[in-house]
């Protein structure tokens, strides 16, 4: 298999820095600091999630429904494992590896379905996961939810919005990092042979069932890695937080970045986390009731995310169809 | 992707945080006073968010058009958080920071509620009476933290045991809905059934949202349960009435406060005759009212171009203890000095028929009482006062 040359960097990618930080400082000046950098910690954890869709959506070809399942397996096992006593650093890997075994999980049903019905299997997993959650009461609280400490280590407590947005910024590179060296090796290639063509790629030698759960261990550990983070950032997490909704916003966050692309997630979670916000600062310029009509931001959000689709079908990261064909994608 | 870049951006974004100021002061800047809410305007308990937002915006303007409270204003701010603990912690440091909301009054939802009630009370905000099951909200006592919602757990083992005292029921069953809610209740009723020497016969749950509960029904009719508590809200309740009359089981039923609303009969029709509920406050019937509640009702409908219910009356109330307490803290109005002087007020019954509410330096729940009521002819009638 030849080495795909979109490894080289699109303009999207090359602007992003500058658009995040960019926006950033916008929001700064516009909103306050506190505002801003809490947005940033909530942008850079989606941006984590959303890579865990980008493997498994984009990389791989794989149609997957239920993300917020695996997010939520890495929010409980670090709530669970710092309740025990373990080091919020110490346990943000096991968070990792609690998505990545749902990952794992969730991925069985593709060595014999695929497509849409694959699809519904991963919805399936997801609701499994919520009711499973909801069930473990005398571990997780059930229904009721449970509270998650500041993110610490070695008596540092991340409990700013400055110190949270740094630690989430530190994870995401160093999670970019991972991803861009794992579509770099023969994974990468692997699972993009996986998605363009399985017949062929099995002609060529390439296992697809094992492709296949490789990109949803990889998707998983991202979600779950996310997922850990969450559970700081938010102080309480409960099953219904993870429902189905969470899951289409981050399908619908990696389509708006860009599926194929890295790039691509924070794009994404750029959208989602900062236009409903300015939607909600613009809203309080309206004159009168119009401020406060029930249900304005959705409709505006809505209507960015058609304009989005419309004008960038291939996601804000994503180039043209001729361009990814000519330098490849991924990165 | 080249590295160096992306060490870069990582580089230019950390200067950028550096540059972070610290979090706005909790304050009353010139004539006005922020007061926030993140609401639930969108999501699944919009059915409240709308009707409470709209109550709290009429008690302000009442009192704007007034002069204010000692020549200060209310604005308030609301922001919708769709029952999402993710949007609500944005909305909440918005309105600490851009907005410098003085108050938080009536957050709605407990995952909303839990994410973002440190924020507010460690900006030095004040966090009143969120709609919120959680004992979190009042308990252990926080100088800033105060609840006036009555916990399910308490006032419906109170329902429960006059319920068996009356009516001497011998196999009481639930329906719940499978969250923080349910549980709560589940516990009140578990109480309240060992207070009379009981235990449940049969208990069931849903999703929330769920539409048919004909499984759930079916089962409690073969645990042959003679009374059925609701642990849900209005449309699960109808459809949980209707489906037991379908099928012709004529079993009483109690539903919680948060299906005690004029929406249960309205929508429910003859297959709600007969439901009990508690009511934490009463619905405003227009057909009845004294001459204060239908002033206030007129008043209502000609601002908002809508019938007024019992979560529009809940939210007129919150607004009018803020601004009694913030009356009686006088001009120099701090965080502090409002929250000492909310310590030691009682808010006595009302017009409206709400119960008295009473805060202590010890207690920061100003209730814990509901009473019952009925569905007769179409309309919820009041058949307790509260019970202790």
Redesign the interface.
Known sequence: MSRVRG?A?PAA??L???A??LA??MA?LA?????A????T?VATYAIAGLGVVIVVGQAGQIGLGQAALVALGAYAQALLVGAGVPPLAALPLGALAGALGGALASLPARRLGGLYFGMSTLAFALIVEEAL?RAEPWTQ????M?VGAFAVLGWRAA???EQ??VS??VL?LA??AC?RLLRSRHGRAWRAVRDDEVAAAACGVAPAAVKMQAFIVGGALSGLAGALYAH????I?P??FGL?FSFELLMLAFIGGARR??GAAWGALVI?VI??LI??LR?QLPGDWA?A??L??VLFGAVIVAVVLLRPAGLAGGSARSDAAHGDG? | MRFPSVLRFFRGALLALSAAALPAAAEVVGDEIVVGTVSDLSGPIALLGVPVRDGMLMRFDELNAAGGVHGRKIRLVVEDAGYDPKRAVLAARKLVQRDRAFAFIANMGTPVVMATMPIIVDAGRLHLFPFSPHRATYEPLHPLKFQNFAPYQDYMEAATRHMLSTQGYERTCLLYQDDDYGLEVMKGVEKGLAANGRELVERTSYKRGATDLSSQIARLRAARCDFVVLATVVRETVAAMAEARKIGWEVDMLVTASGYSAQTHELGGEAVEGLYGVSVLPHPYAEGANSQLAAWIERYRARFKAEPNVWSVMGYTLADLFVRTAEATGPALTVEAFARTLEGMEFTRDYFGSPSYRFTPQDHLGNRYGRLAQIRNGRWELITDYLQ
């Open positions: 490894v960097r990618l090359r992003l820095p500058w995040l930080v950033l400082a700064m909103l306050g600091a506190d505002y950098l809490g947005k940033a909530l909801v059930g229904a009721a939810g509270a700013s919005t400055l947005a740094a910024l530190a590179a970019l990092v861009h950032w938010i102080g309480f409960s219904e937080q909704v890295l790039a986390v409903p916000q909600a600062v309080d406060r029930a249900g931001e959705l990165a």
